[in-house]
T-cell receptor, first 111, second 112 residues
Framework: EDKVVQSPLSLVVHEGDTVTLNCSYE??????LLWYKQEKKAPTFLFML????IEKKSGRLSSILDKKELSSILNITATQTGDSAIYLC???????????FGTGTSLTVIP | NAGVTQTPKFRILKIGQSMTLQCAQD?????MYWYRQDPGMGLKLIYY???????DKGEVPNGYNVSRSTTEDFPLRLELAAPSQTSVYFC???????????FGDGTRLSIL
């Protein structure tokens, strides 16, 4: 059965710290891995990583896909209170048009 | 540009009642999805559709039904509400298989 695991489950840091969130997957015939940020309502898209795009960066956020280790990390540098959210990882196989989500990492940034 | 619109935002049902959660998107997306999100459990796929007239079951379809008569709308039907269906429901859409999903703001449903 396809599976996506995120760690840690929760994290509390101080403003200015750097954090690394992890996502590992066991998905048959991998197609893509996505990171989302979820505050109070809808998840909002951050990055999509594929075999042809294994590293993405936007401002203080960056993500890398390791296809050999079947995992991805999401890095946030110089954290701000506005980074407080649940970060979700989702993986899509080539077949089925479905996404499999991890349970998320809850990040709290303290001023 | 509204994106993905879900109604209602909140609803309380009694056990055994039925209701329809509405989802509409104005981006001309072919793919639409329904998820439920329980505390600490991530998002679980209920049903999805790759185009008008086509629907498929996801991981947790029992107790739900869907239809896709138009590209824009993808309603989710609960026929006999049960306490286990208390959850937050998200609808999402995307243009095709190489794009990320866009999510609606969710419907918080409580069944008492």
């Amino acid at each position: 059965e396809d599976k996506v695991v995120q760690s840690p489950l929760s994290l509390v840091v101080h403003e200015g710290d750097t954090v690394t969130l992890n996502c590992s997957y066991e998905v048959t015939n991998f197609r893509s891995l996505l990171w989302y940020k979820q505050e109070k309502k809808a998840p909002t898209f951050l990055f999509m990583l594929t075999s042809s795009g294994i590293e993405k960066k936007s401002g203080r956020l960056s993500s890398i896909l390791d296809k050999k280790e079947l995992s991805s990390i999401l890095n946030i540098t110089a954290t701000q209170t506005g980074d407080s959210a649940i970060y979700l990882c989702a993986v899509e196989p080539h077949t089925g048009n479905q996404f499999y989500f991890g349970t998320g990492t809850s990040l709290t940034v303290i001023p | 540009n509204a994106g993905v619109t879900q109604t209602p935002k909140f609803r309380i049902l009694k056990i055994g009642q039925s209701m329809t959660l509405q989802c509409a998107q104005d981006m001309n997306h072919n793919y639409m999805y329904w998820y439920r999100q329980d505390p600490g459990m991530g998002l679980k796929l209920i049903y999805y559709s790759v185009g008008a007239g086509i629907t498929d079951k996801g991981e947790v379809p029992n107790g739900y039904n869907v239809s896709r008569s138009t590209t824009e709308d993808f309603p989710l039907r609960l026929e006999l509400a049960a306490p286990s269906q208390t959850s937050v429901y998200f609808c999402a859409s995307r243009r095709d298989g190489n794009q990320p999903q866009h999510f609606g703001d969710g419907t918080r449903l409580s069944i008492l």
